[in-house]
């Protein structure tokens, strides 16, 4: 949209940027060089662009060293970035501290087991903590929400939360693995719902994207306070997140939805069923605190609403179906059309009814009986995993398939899981090992859709080492079937937390007996304390 360039002296060059993509944000930056710059003139090559072009011509162009500083706030808040972090021009230092700042994190679960194993997971760990990034300033300065310029009080500020994706399965390995930085991701979410008004969505540069549905700071949030992360207002947070939920804000209609006990189509007209059930889960999350805090009448208030996807199943097709104001449901209606946002009906976000069917992460009890309890739910699942039929034009971010389970976009990725939790846990363990050995190899496209700021790294991390948060702010993770000979976990306090599967064969992916710390264990699930402990 703007931009500006200039030679400040022989060795420095700084610039604008004013870039609109996702977000319109600001880019300032400084470019050292090494050797002196002769030559600094116009690039006359025809093209069209609001930035200038330089051709930049060197004393010595054999070799040369070029250190890059960038801020959001101004060109001196990138010449001060430049200056704490790399004042040296010694590369092989800068290489080094980039090795160990790595070898640091990677090094926090050490596996055994295949090469291609081994590729993979630490390939998944490194997409897992390229994000979220700290935007702020060396001195803790950053553009807010609303692109004026705030100064963090922790000195820190986060962006980057891709939450509809990362809630589900990234943020809860965060709290295993780098628990440190836990509570300034927290802060840093209270600080854009200060400034925004409400909690972030999806945020890029500081800024709301709106890109995708429902309140998803709300379980991330909830998550760090019931596992008793130090360093956060509890009460500020529940302020925030009940504040989130019960005023309306883009693609949030709370009026409607408490009128109606569900979102209407005729009313919000896009994704209906999927806010539905999204909204429903934070609802869940948000009373959870609130019975941490003692505040009953939210609780009840808040776990009334978490019911809201009962509003939404059809009992004559076994989905959930979209229904309008007066009651109606959606005609014609597919179980199999996959749609995002406007098309196809739009009541579905980057899924269809079969995959969105699944998602009652708060109450599985309660979906298996409205299934018809175990035996029919499972065989339900096995439909799911089976059924390869598709009406229409697959959406682009649904891939990856087995059945209806769509592997390469996020609501699919708790339900093979779901088998344990209705009594067999052997299919749990038989499709898990399936995604995790078909939907994931060591090639350049060795996923099976777009990783979503590590999301589907983080699915495949805790494939490997045996379990998944279904319900992420349960405190529970559902136990699948560990892929890896032995992973250790490195825990604060230099404890560990070990999982050792043994095998006779290497294909074996069904576990006979299970044991805790030497004691034989029957549950189909471990607890954040057990791991923590």
Same mark, same amino acid.
Request: aromatic share 14%; net charge negative; proline share 4%.
């Given at each position: ?5 200039? *030679?400040?002296?022989? %060795? ?83 290489? &080094? ?48 929400? *609303?692109? #004026? ?7 820190? %500020? ?89 005023? #309306? ?45 003692? &505040? ?43 749609? @995002? ?70 609501? #699919? @990725? ?28 060591? #090639? ?65 992916? %069904? ?23």
């Amino acid at each position: 949209l703007d931009a500006d360039i200039q *030679k400040e002296d022989m %060795y420095t060059i700084t610039g604008y940027q004013r870039v609109k993509a996702w977000v319109e944000r600001d880019l300032f930056y400084v470019i050292k060089l090494d050797k002196p710059i002769v030559a600094f003139e116009d690039a006359e090559d025809g093209r069209e662009d609001k930035a200038p072009r330089k051709i930049i011509r060197l004393a010595d162009e054999r070799e040369v060293q070029i250190k890059v500083a960038f801020s959001m706030v101004s060109i001196e808040g990138a010449k001060k970035n430049l200056n704490l972090e790399l004042e040296h021009w010694d590369f092989d230092t800068v290489r &080094k501290e980039a090795e160990n700042k790595w070898e640091n994190y990677l090094s926090r679960i050490e596996i055994e087991g295949t090469d291609e194993q081994k590729i993979n997971f630490y390939t998944a760990l490194y997409h897992l903590l390229i994000q979220p990034n700290n935007i702020a300033d060396v001195n803790g300065q950053y553009k807010n929400a *609303k692109d #004026s310029v705030s100064l963090s009080p922790f000195g820190i %500020y986060y962006s980057t939360f891709s939450l509809w994706d990362t809630y589900r399965a990234a943020h809860p390995l965060y709290t295993i693995l780098t628990p440190e930085l836990l509570p300034d991701m927290i802060n840093s979410m209270l600080l854009h719902a200060e400034c925004q008004g409400y909690l972030p969505i999806w945020t890029l540069w500081g800024k709301e994207t709106h890109c995708m549905i429902g309140n998803h700071a709300v379980p991330v949030i909830v998550e760090a306070c019931l596992k008793n992360f130090p360093g956060i207002d509890v009460e500020q947070a529940y302020h925030l997140i009940k504040k989130s939920l019960t005023v #309306s804000h883009f693609k949030y209609d709370v009026e409607a939805y408490d009128r109606y006990g569900y979102f209407p189509f005729d009313i919000v007209e896009e994704e209906s069923v999927s806010r539905t059930l999204e909204g429903a889960y934070d609802d869940y999350c948000a009373a959870q605190l609130a019975k941490k805090l003692g &505040k009953g009448d939210d609780y009840d208030f808040f776990m009334k609403r978490s019911a809201s996807y009962k509003k939404l199943f059809d009992n004559e097709t076994g989905l959930m179906r979209g229904k309008d104001s007066n009651g109606k449901w959606r005609t014609p209606f597919s179980a199999f059309h996959l749609s @995002h946002a406007g098309t196809a009906g739009g009541d579905y976000t980057e899924g269809n009814a079969w995959q969105y069917f699944w998602y009652v992460p708060q109450n599985i009890p309660d979906l298996i009986s409205l299934t018809g309890g175990n035996k029919a739910f499972v065989a339900k699942l096995d439909t799911f995993f089976t059924v390869s039929y598709q009406s229409g034009a697959l959406n682009d971010n649904a891939s990856g398939f087995v059945g209806q389970y769509a592997h390469g976009n996020e609501p #699919s @990725h708790h339900v093979a899981y779901l088998y344990a939790c209705a009594g067999e846990p052997w299919k749990t363990q038989k499709y898990v090992a399936y995604i995790m050995n078909e939907l994931y190899n060591d #090639s350049s496209s060795g996923y099976a859709g777009n990783d979503d700021c590590g999301e589907m790294s983080a699915w495949y991390v805790f494939g490997a080492l045996g379990f998944y948060p279904v319900n992420p702010v349960s405190g529970e993770y559902v136990i699948g079937t560990p892929m890896l000979e032995e992973a250790v976990i490195q825990l604060p306090g230099r404890k560990t937390f070990t999982v050792k599967a043994p095998r006779k064969e290497d294909n074996e992916v %069904y576990i006979c007996s299970m044991k805790l710390n030497g004691e034989k264990y029957t549950k189909n699930y471990i607890t954040h304390q057990d791991i923590m402990n």
